[in-house]
């Protein structure tokens, strides 16, 4: 991604050898990293920073996550260090604080993640994507408390699958004055079990929109 807005004259050799790697060549910018170290590191701030981004991005998607994390913070403080916080590094700043929240997700660290969309949803309040992912999350944590109920609907679920199955090979063929009752325990803990569900999700849902901004959901 060309974050930066200048004319091509200005651009030095090297960054314009850079920008002729394919952005989906994620292994050959982590090689061009590694044999131009040197170099990246006396280029101006601009073109180095965006180099740098690259091969945060290139790391991220070929599941170094050590590295990843290590150099993303890197690059979060090398930004924030900026006197001048251009529109160029508020773009990478932003990309690279969601990289990094994404991973954490994909990771299964939750709260973790959350944190960071929260901060990112607080900058950037159009983001649609860090909102959805920001509730999910908090959906996810919400739902947890409710255990016992799903359990207790999927209980109900299952008993009434096995009462369907003892009606046609059981209680029809020799018990069948019993088998209006039977269909009427059925349909009671069907409807108990779509009952309890039902009221989980939407318990939950209200909860998660209530608790979005929350720091810890467990709390309330």
Same mark, same amino acid.
């Given at each position: 991604?060309?974050?930066?807005?200048?004319?091509?004259?200005?651009?030095?050799?090297?960054?314009?050898?850079?920008?002729?790697?394919? %952005?989906?060549?994620?292994?050959?910018?982590?090689?061009?990293?590694?044999?131009?170290?040197?170099?990246?590191?006396?280029?101006?701030? &601009?073109?180095? /920073?965006?180099?740098?981004?690259?091969? +945060?991005?290139?790391?991220?998607?070929?599941?170094?996550?050590?590295?990843?994390?290590?150099?993303?913070?890197?690059?979060?403080?090398?930004?924030?260090?900026?006197?001048?916080?251009?529109?160029?590094?508020?773009?990478?700043?932003? *990309?690279?604080?969601?990289?990094?929240?994404?991973?954490?997700? %994909? @990771?299964?660290?939750?709260?973790?993640?959350?944190?960071?969309?929260?901060?990112?949803?607080?900058?950037?309040? &159009?983001?649609?994507? +860090?909102?959805?992912?920001?509730?999910?999350?908090?959906?996810?944590? +919400?739902?947890?408390?409710?255990?016992?109920?799903?359990?207790? *609907?999927?209980?109900?679920?299952?008993?009434?699958?096995?009462?369907?199955? *003892?009606?046609?090979?059981?209680?029809?063929?020799?018990?069948?004055?019993? %088998?209006?009752?039977?269909?009427?325990? +059925?349909?009671?803990?069907?409807?108990?079990?779509? /009952?309890?569900?039902?009221?989980?999700?939407?318990?939950?849902?209200? @909860?998660?929109?209530?608790?979005?901004?929350?720091?810890?959901?467990?709390?309330?």
């Amino acid at each position: 991604m060309n974050i930066r807005k200048i004319t091509e004259e200005k651009f030095s050799s090297l960054f314009k050898k850079f920008r002729r790697i394919p %952005e989906q060549h994620h292994y050959d910018f982590i090689e061009f990293c590694k044999e131009y170290f040197s170099e990246i590191q006396k280029l101006e701030f &601009e073109e180095y /920073i965006e180099i740098k981004y690259a091969y +945060v991005k290139a790391l991220y998607q070929i599941d170094r996550a050590y590295l990843f994390y290590k150099l993303a913070d890197q690059c979060l403080i090398e930004l924030l260090n900026q006197r001048n916080f251009t529109d160029q590094y508020k773009s990478i700043y932003r *990309s690279i604080l969601k990289l990094k929240a994404d991973r954490l997700y %994909e @990771e299964k660290k939750f709260q973790q993640s959350r944190k960071i969309y929260q901060n990112l949803l607080a900058i950037y309040p &159009e983001d649609l994507q +860090v909102r959805k992912r920001l509730f999910n999350i908090t959906f996810r944590q +919400v739902q947890s408390k409710q255990k016992l109920l799903l359990a207790f *609907s999927a209980i109900l679920l299952i008993f009434t699958l096995i009462l369907l199955t *003892s009606i046609h090979f059981l209680i029809i063929p020799f018990f069948s004055t019993y %088998e209006y009752i039977a269909w009427k325990g +059925v349909y009671s803990m069907m409807l108990g079990s779509l /009952i309890i569900f039902g009221y989980t999700i939407a318990s939950s849902y209200k @909860e998660a929109k209530r608790n979005l901004w929350k720091k810890d959901v467990f709390l309330s």
